[in-house]
């Protein structure tokens, strides 16, 4: 039986998601902003959970309808039939999205919301369930519109970029289906050397190994489908049994990381260690204005540092121009991408992007800039990109 589902995702990475999804099984696929529609029954819910790179959650829709006040969301969310997915046993939490919704208080809307769903369970269950904000068992997701709201029921729980094993962080984090997505527009094979010469907690290079690997990125973890009553275990166990069957032993690959910061190294390392992928990957410490191409072409990937902090753009302001002198110099022959929330990235980089791409990295918008590598190409005397 066919049900309807979302997924979110980086905004930008619409289109990759909805081809990704399709070929997972998913049907009636519609890309729109931040994320694509899908249609399909529970074992492709499974497997997009367990298999998307580049999916933040998998949402299951279970009402919908106009609205024009506060006590027409608690109807709609009074009338499905919650007390058959799950019990009064599981924690909730109720999130709410709007956008262009008349109303003006969305934690009260949240709380009729959740007043609705607990008091359903109230009348056939006798009790409700409890709150819990922090760690909840079931995730209700309600999107209002100017006239109308959607309730989904999250079958995904924690964040699908969380895959499980990471276990150093980073200051400005890169999310992991971030990270997917970017190597994905890179147009990056596993036959190719990939390196990232500013790695930092290490995603891109987890998320390559893993792509190389064949490694599903959700066999680390568990999902909030798992708690539903509706749950098959059987028909779970097959689609995981078969990601692990296809999932190849790790060798090592030509992914190099490096980092001029010593504790960055240590950082990745520590995440390829607990994702039991650090023999697949060379690491050492190194100046991305000095290190060099361990391959005639590749794809080259960072997500250089840009300035928040007083005093960090001057230094930026110096080091962009000696990068783009390092990738002319250095890395001949190979495709670099730069993924920049900086708008002064592109002006003082002194090379033409052959491509820009807008993407999100959270709310904090950003490009991934294009450089092909061109011998004689992308002289300093040509105009500048202006992003």
């Known amino acids: 039986m066919s049900e309807q589902f979302f997924s979110p995702c980086p905004r930008g990475l619409e289109a990759l998601l909805a081809d990704e999804l399709s070929t997972l099984g998913a049907t009636d696929v519609a890309a729109v902003p931040g994320g694509v529609a899908f249609a399909g029954d529970w074992p492709t819910c499974y497997r997009v959970n367990l298999e998307s790179r580049l999916a933040t959650r998998v949402l299951w829709r279970v009402a919908g309808g106009r609205y024009r006040g506060e006590e027409d969301l608690y109807r709609l969310a009074y009338g499905p039939t919650w007390a058959r997915w799950f019990t009064p046993d599981d924690t909730l939490r109720v999130y709410v999205t709007a956008k262009q919704s008349p109303l003006k208080s969305l934690e009260f809307v949240t709380l009729r919301i959740k007043d609705a769903v607990c008091d359903h369970f109230r009348t056939v269950a006798g009790r409700r369930p409890s709150v819990d904000t922090a760690d909840p068992a079931v995730r209700i997701h309600a999107f209002l519109t100017r006239d109308t709201a959607t309730l989904y029921l999250d079958t995904s729980g924690e964040p699908l970029y969380r895959r499980g094993f990471k276990r150093a962080a980073v200051e400005a984090p890169l999310k992991e289906n971030l990270a997917a997505g970017i190597l994905r527009l890179s147009g990056w094979r596993p036959d190719e050397a990939l390196v990232d010469p500013m790695c930092g907690s290490g995603t891109f ?36 049994r078969d990601a692990e069957a296809r999932r190849q032993p790790v060798r090592r690959l030509a992914l190099y990381g490096s980092d001029i910061v010593g504790e960055q190294v240590r950082r990745s390392r520590v995440n390829l260690e607990a994702a039991g992928l650090v023999d697949a990957v060379y690491l050492d410490r190194a100046d991305v204005l000095e290190r060099q191409a361990p391959a005639p072409e590749g794809v080259l990937v960072a997500n250089p540092p840009y300035g928040v902090r007083i005093g960090e753009q001057e230094e930026l302001a110096a080091l962009y121009p000696r990068l783009g002198d390092a990738l002319k110099r250095n890395w001949s022959g190979w495709r670099a991408y730069l993924l920049s929330a900086d708008p002064a990235l592109p002006k003082l980089i002194g090379l033409k992007a ?21 011998a004689g190409s992308n002289r300093r005397g040509e105009a500048p990109d202006a992003g």
Request: charged share 25%; hydrophobic share 50%.
């Open 354 to 374: 052959s491509k820009r791409t807008p993407l999100f990295n959270g709310a904090l918008e950003c490009r991934v800039f294009e450089y092909r590598m061109v």
């Open 205 to 240: 290079l987890l998320e390559a190994a893993q792509i190389a690997l064949d490694i599903a990125p959700g066999l680390g973890r568990g999902f909030a489908f798992e708690r539903l009553r509706q749950f098959d275990r059987a028909v779970w166990a097959t689609l995981r």
